[in-house]
């Protein structure tokens, strides 16, 4: 059974369209995130949902918006798609208190 | 603003052999959660092993163990009878340990680890 799962696994797409990406866990964590992983492999926060509400936003462009429905799934919707938004998304979840966070197989969004 | 530094880009073994990879932070808090992750080619984000400052014991998983040198802030993974399989990318992380805002995790720009047969 997959812990973390992500749709899609690839996204390729124009500038300026607009994209979602989906994030489900079956590990009944209470805990989501989004990591960015630029071309250099650089891995940073995004945002993180706890019960549903977000808990952080880090200095991400508005068009970047991220949704949660329920406390197993965390979406991520860019509008305005931009070149420099080419990278590998992750998806993670944790349980609250505990620290280790899990990922999702990554998402890997190219921009033309 | 804590920050982790890993200054090996890349590193190889040979099969079987024994590999360090290194990694250092900086933080002014004395509680702390580090962590190494491991990403194959196949990009999934693979938690190797994690450690407690607080543990003065090093953390090991099978033929991974850690180095934690609290003082010096610095948090090495050995790879013993290194194989095919642990050619990946390896990330040293850090976290802090209470939720809300700073349960994010911290990651070093990541070491390459080649194995040869």
């Known amino acids: 059974d997959t812990a973390v799962s992500q749709t899609p696994k690839y996204l390729v797409t124009q500038m300026g369209n607009d994209k979602s990406i989906k994030c489900e866990q079956n590990?009944?964590?209470?805990?989501m995130y989004w990591y960015k992983q630029d071309s250099k492999k650089f891995l940073k926060i995004m945002f993180s949902?706890?019960?549903?509400?977000?808990?952080i936003n880090e200095t991400v462009p508005n068009r970047f918006s991220p949704k949660s429905p329920d406390k197993a799934h965390l979406n991520l919707h860019i509008n305005s798609l931009e070149l420099g938004d080419s990278a590998v998304y992750f998806c993670?979840?944790?349980?609250?208190?505990?620290?280790?966070?899990?990922f999702g197989p990554g998402t890997r969004l190219t921009v033309l | 603003a804590q920050t982790v530094t890993q200054s090996q880009p890349e590193m190889s073994v040979q099969e079987a052999e024994t590999v360090t990879l290194s990694c250092t932070y900086d933080t002014s808090e004395s509680d702390y959660y580090l962590f190494w992750y491991k990403q194959p080619p196949s990009r999934q984000m693979i938690l190797v092993i994690r450690q407690e400052a607080y543990k003065q014991q090093n953390a090991t998983e099978n033929r991974f163990s850690v180095n934690f040198q609290k003082a010096a802030k610095s948090f090495s993974l050995k790879i013993s009878d290194s194989q095919l399989g642990d050619a990946a990318m390896y990330f040293c992380a850090y976290r802090r340990p209470y939720g809300g805002a700073t349960n994010k995790l911290i990651f070093g720009t990541g070491t390459l680890l080649a194995v040869q047969p």
């Open positions: 993670a979840s944790s349980q609250f208190i505990t620290d280790t966070q899990y």
């Open positions: 590990l009944g964590h209470d805990t």
């Open positions: 949902y706890n019960n549903k509400e977000l808990i």
